[in-house]
């Protein structure tokens, strides 16, 4: 408890005024974009088109952030997801139309299978079946995930390899074992009932928008009101204090990446319910801008530092950006260019920002001597 | 390793021929060259990921301009090496003067230099690649001819390599650069300290590594024969698995050009002798992968069970 009051106290002071600025950064992207295209970019469909992106991104923007809040970081998220969301499709398919799609059928890849959904007009299960197998490829999803962020984190705590290397084998371990299982070839065609995950809307509200908010609000919670987020800060900002002041350093890793995992298998389900297909390597641009945007967000890298308002307030900039350079037609290639430059310039900043601060302080201080 | 080697014999015939193990070194020789580089910057504690981007970059930008004015093998080497050491210093800048993590700067600057070429270039592949590019990889230091009229010898593509890993190798330990190296590596502050010019040291590094991958590509354009935009890119990883695995501690300060060699070798070694196997290409990753968790596990773990006394402080 002694724990918690310290660092509930200091923390606020802190990330109030850097909020502010993102607040204003956000209104001011939206202006300047209101003004360059209005038509466009104010238009529901647009609007509406980034209610549907900003979930998934988001998501894995969290799961990173849980990651550097240790100290750490996981590179492997988006391998994590692709690997979960490859298995949770075989599953859903299996389960959906067990007449006539053996395992291999399926495997084989996207044309045989289209084939036989429009040849012989299968039906997916309807009512509650269709429930459960909806439930249960839910399930498979993040526990898959799951066990994917416990490897990472025993990986990283247990055996103590460097996170950035533990998450780089590991990275290119799913991705290698989701290319063994699909042959580089993409999964589609799930039943019209699990896309409502993805695309669906209740009214005007889309489904992934509610979900992301749900998932917002328990990694807030999670991280400021629990015993384990507390601890994850706390690791972050000294682990070998951590450790004297009583925390058990492994446990809180390997829950750590736990968590980024789960929070990577709710990616996995928003992805491949609103594309309607998994693939290998799909979303791997998805890597930079989720580090950009937990940096951007206020998140130290060298962990201990930063909240979710923070990260939240960077993904609804970064994906208000992205999708103005969508309208005024700028290309993917181009897109990374900026990407690149805002992480190197954001960081510079943070770096500078606190070295004007300091001199500024010494030399009023110095004055009033 | 000779374990596995004979094990591999005993499926494959063709893997302990001469032929194999000259074709091993020979492909292996872009990638040797590019894992020096990246070496040396693990070994001054940093790491870097805008290598395949760099050399990518120069690569393009060399065979872009040598294609319309003649030019010869030498002067793509230099100008490869010299767009490569400009981007190098780019990262050096950031890293030195603004202190920021290395993975993040090359992880910034590697999208900025690739997607800068790709968007500037609107035709990133080029097949018209000039006739002395191929010629080089084609020479042989010495060579016979075999049985069956295949000729076997030392490439100069494999010279190239095990000339800059001598030349790494007595930089490393017999000038005062080189032991900064291993001292800014070690122990940033105490380097410091000590006197060493930590501005001076940070800029080779990374200019080196830019070098580097200039030497690098202009050898892989000479043995693929065209310029494609990603191809480089993909080896990012099989050439940090190579380093860890040649034994470079990630936090700096340990490791030798010899270790990072065998690092190269046994990669490449592997990769082949799956080949030879057939075992379906899919599998690649999946030990790769594999590789570098063992790898690196094995070491860290050692080090807790050295250190077991000190166990709760390291915690």
């Not at chain 1, 009512?127 to 999803?141: D, E, Q, Y």
């Not at chain 1, 491949?272 to 130290?300: E, H, M, N, T, W």
């Amino acid at each position: 408890m002694k724990l918690k009051s310290i660092l509930s106290g200091k923390r606020p002071a802190i990330t109030y005024s850097k909020n502010m600025t993102f607040i204003i950064v956000l209104i001011v992207v939206f202006v300047v974009l209101s003004i360059l295209q209005p038509t466009k970019f104010l238009s529901s469909t647009n609007l509406q088109q980034m209610a549907f992106q900003i979930p998934e991104f988001g998501v894995l923007a969290l799961a990173m952030m849980v990651a550097m809040l240790s100290g750490g970081i996981d590179l492997s998220i988006i391998a994590v997801t692709n690997l979960a969301g490859i298995i949770a499709a075989i599953v859903l398919l299996s389960l959906s139309y067990p007449e006539s799609l053996d395992l291999s059928m399926l495997l084989k890849g996207i044309m045989a299978e289209e084939a036989a959904v429009t040849e012989l007009a299968l039906q997916p299960p309807t009512g509650l079946k269709m429930f459960i197998i909806i439930l249960a490829t839910i399930s498979v999803a993040i526990g898959i995930a799951g066990v994917c962020g416990l490897l990472n984190g025993v990986l990283v705590s247990v055996i103590r390899i460097p996170p950035i290397l533990a998450t780089l084998g590991t990275m290119k371990l799913y991705e290698g074992i989701s290319l063994v299982i699909t042959k580089g070839s993409p999964i589609t065609n799930f039943p019209k009932p699990f896309l409502f995950i993805g695309s669906g809307t209740i009214s005007v509200i889309p489904v992934p928008m509610i979900i992301f908010i749900v998932c917002v609000a328990a990694v807030s919670m999670f991280l400021n009101r629990t015993r384990l987020g507390f601890s994850i800060y706390a690791v972050g900002e000294n682990s070998i204090a951590a450790r004297f002041s009583g925390l058990k350093n492994t446990n809180v890793l390997i829950k750590t990446y736990l968590v980024t995992g789960l929070l990577a298998g709710v990616a996995t389900i928003l992805i491949i319910s609103r594309v309607d297909s998994v693939k290998v390597g799909y979303g791997s641009s998805f890597l930079l801008q989720a580090v950009l945007v937990v940096i951007l967000g206020g998140v130290s890298y060298l962990g201990g530092i930063g909240n979710v308002a923070g990260v939240v307030l960077g993904i609804f900039i970064l994906r208000a950006i992205s999708s103005g350079f969508n309208i005024i037609g700028f290309s993917n290639h181009f897109r990374n260019v900026i990407w690149g430059s805002m992480l190197v310039f954001v960081t510079i900043i943070n770096y500078i920002i606190p070295k004007i601060a300091e001199r500024l302080r010494f030399k009023t201080h110095s004055a009033d001597m | 390793m000779v374990a596995y080697s004979l094990i591999v014999n005993s499926i494959s015939k063709s893997f302990l021929t001469a032929e194999n193990m000259f074709d091993i070194l020979k492909s292996s020789s872009i990638m040797g060259v590019m894992a020096i580089g990246a070496f040396i910057v693990m070994l001054s504690g940093g790491i870097d990921i805008s290598f395949p981007a760099i050399a990518t970059v120069s690569m393009y930008v060399t065979v872009r301009i040598l294609e319309r004015f003649n030019g010869n093998l030498f002067l793509a080497f230099a100008m490869a090496s010299v767009f490569g050491i400009m981007f190098g210093c780019v990262n050096a800048l950031l890293v030195y003067y603004f202190n920021i993590p290395t993975l993040i700067v090359t992880l910034g600057t590697s999208s900025i230099f690739h997607g800068s070429m790709l968007s500037i270039a609107r035709i990133p592949h080029i097949y018209t690649v000039p006739g002395y590019f191929f010629e080089f990889s084609k020479k042989y230091i010495f060579s016979w001819v075999n049985g069956e009229g295949v000729t076997i010898g030392l490439s100069t593509m494999t010279c190239t390599m095990l000339i800059i890993a001598i030349l790494t190798w007595l930089l490393l330990h017999y000038t005062m650069l080189g032991r900064g190296i291993y001292a800014i590596g070690g122990n940033l502050e105490a380097a410091k300290r000590a006197g060493f010019n930590i501005m001076k040291i940070q800029f080779f590094v990374y200019s080196y590594i830019g070098f580097l991958s200039g030497i690098a590509s202009i050898l892989y354009v000479s043995l693929v024969r065209h310029v494609h935009p990603f191809n480089l890119m993909g080896m990012l990883l099989d050439v940090i698995a190579a380093v860890v695995l040649g034994g470079a501690s990630l936090a700096g300060g340990s490791g030798t050009v010899l270790g990072t060699m065998l690092g190269v070798g046994m990669i490449y070694f592997i990769k082949n002798s799956l080949i030879l196997m057939k075992i379906p290409s899919y599998w690649d990753p999946v030990v790769i992968g594999l590789i570098i968790i063992v790898s690196t596990g094995i070491n860290a773990y050692r080090k807790i069970l050295g250190r077991s006394g000190v166990k709760i402080i390291e915690a």
